[in-house]
Nanobody, 125 residues
């Protein structure tokens, strides 16, 4: 059983930065595909960034490309999402997810078996 615990959310002004953390237990992050998703009320959960191929490759959704960076620290078994140049439209609940190891990226929520509880990010204009 994999457990994921997110932290680092909060409220910032537009243009600010936040770093989300996802501490994993029960499995090593390098042995899995790891992803960040976000969701706002009434909308489907959407993929933000994915680490795959043992963390050597990554994927970013177009709406965060150039602003967000996904990374992992194998020693800490933790995945991060560094979010810079935040916009009000980035306001959402952010979730960390873990799935099977893959040599390709997948942004479908159904591709991930384990989820954290979520951390709220609020960006004000």
């Amino acid at each position: 059983q994999v457990q994921l615990v997110e932290s680092g959310g909060g409220s910032v002004q537009a243009g600010g930065s936040l770093r989300l953390s996802c501490a994993a237990s029960g499995s090593t992050v390098s042995a899995r595909s790891m992803a960040w998703f976000r969701q706002t009320p009434g909308k489907e959960r959407e993929g933000v960034a994915v680490l795959y191929f043992s963390g050597e490759l990554n994927y970013y959704a177009d709406f965060v490309k150039g602003r967000f960076t996904i990374s992992q620290d194998n020693a800490k078994n933790t995945v991060y999402l560094q979010m810079n140049s935040l916009k009000p439209e980035d306001t959402a609940m952010y979730y960390c997810a873990a799935g099977p190891w893959r040599a390709y990226f997948d942004t479908a929520p159904s591709a991930y078996n384990y989820w954290g509880q979520g951390t709220q990010v609020t960006v004000s204009s």
